[in-house]
């Protein structure tokens, strides 16, 4: 069973940056698609960002495109999620999940193996 243990978060004023990190013990982790899920206070668990197992496929949900950017190494087995622009609404609990070997796809249910997630706060 891969462990993934995220850090990287933190309490930020609006307009700043953070960078999360996720680390995986699974040797295979280069054949995995890697995600990143989200959960506001009081919201349901969502999708932001998933990175191909090559890294040549990206997605992100609307409310981040063009201000957060998911990137791997695979060589560190890590995987990362760049945030600037912050906002208040960004925040909340954010996972990284596993997703399918050998197959880009990133529908949200397609994510399990959940790390234990890392608190971002954004104070306006």
């Known amino acids: 069973q891969v462990q993934l243990v995220e850090s990287g978060g933190g309490l930020v004023q609006a307009g700043g940056s953070l960078r999360l990190s996720c680390a995986a013990s699974?040797?295979?982790?280069?054949?995995?698609?890697m995600g990143w899920f989200r959960q506001p206070p009081g919201k349901e668990r969502e999708f932001v960002a998933g990175i191909s197992w090559r890294g040549v496929t990206t997605d992100y949900a609307p409310s981040v495109k063009g201000r957060f950017t998911i990137s791997r190494d695979n060589a560190k087995n890590t995987v990362y999620l760049q945030m600037n622009s912050l906002k208040p609404e960004d925040t909340a609990v954010y996972y990284c999940a596993r997703g399918p070997k050998f197959d880009a796809t990133m529908r949200p249910r397609d994510f399990g193996s959940w790390g234990q997630g890392t608190q971002v706060t954004v104070d306006s």
């Open positions: 699974e040797r295979a982790f280069s054949t995995y698609t």
